[in-house]
């Protein structure tokens, strides 16, 4: 099965990829034109091999697009270059709203608080089967790649974390000494954060990540791709885990 299964994606990853769709990458994912030619000519394959093996569903009657495959799937493959990786093995399907989307949620707040009710979400990842996603925060996102936001790589960041490392040559989850250092590390930036959630004090990460260890990696996981130099001034430590854990380093892509 395994196998047949790599035999497979390197048939998907031989193919051209279409024109049209480099076009659509282009105008669409600026952050593809910052990429050095060999991540760009890896990016395109990843593309081919997770639009092929992943299901799109349009709800509140969203068409589904070659656009919005692209789109979605260039920004979560962007999670995946220098790795070896077996393409988030947990998911299954991607369902996109056209927006903003409401779900009865319970919501883990800074400082223990905890809201039940209607939350409008712009996107979610569940540990099994899908990932949901609003098509306009997606183009958003994409469009403005130094703003600390995106709701693609913020989701598929919980892919990778809910997955614990499966299909995934990632070190520092398989290295002892090197998870300790990670782990260390974020504990304490996350501390640091929720004290200023606490406090209600000024910091460079978005607060949503005192949530909860989950989010603070999703959280910074955005500011690691989408603010990489202040991230390395004022993080120093989280940016180099952050460098080893994806195996890139943002901050010389200019």
Known sequence: ?????????????????????????????????????????????????????????????????????????AQACMLLLHRKTDYYPGLSSILVYPHAFIAEREQYLPGGVVAEGPQVLLGESHHHGEVVLSWDDVKYGAANISDGQNVVLHEFAHQ???????????????????????????????????????????????????????EFFAVATEFFFEKSKELKQIHPDLYNELKRFYHQDPVSFG
């Open 160 to 214: 990778i974390d809910s997955s614990g490392g499966k299909g995934d040559s990632t070190s520092v989850l398989k290295n002892n000494s090197s998870f300790i250092a990670w782990a260390r590390i974020m504990q304490k930036d996350y501390q640091m954060l929720r004290q200023a959630a606490e406090q209600n004090s000024p910091a460079f990460l978005d607060k949503y990540g005192a949530v909860s260890p989950a």
């Open 1 to 73: 099965m395994f196998l047949f299964k790599q035999w497979r994606r390197n048939r998907i990853a031989s193919r051209r990829f279409p024109q049209q769709w480099l076009w659509t990458l282009k105008t669409n994912v600026p952050f593809y034109s910052r990429l050095p030619e060999a991540d760009k000519a890896e990016l395109q394959k990843h593309i081919l091999i997770f639009i092929a093996e992943k299901r799109f569903e349009g709800c509140g009657r969203l068409k589904i697009t070659d656009e919005i495959k692209i789109v979605i799937a």
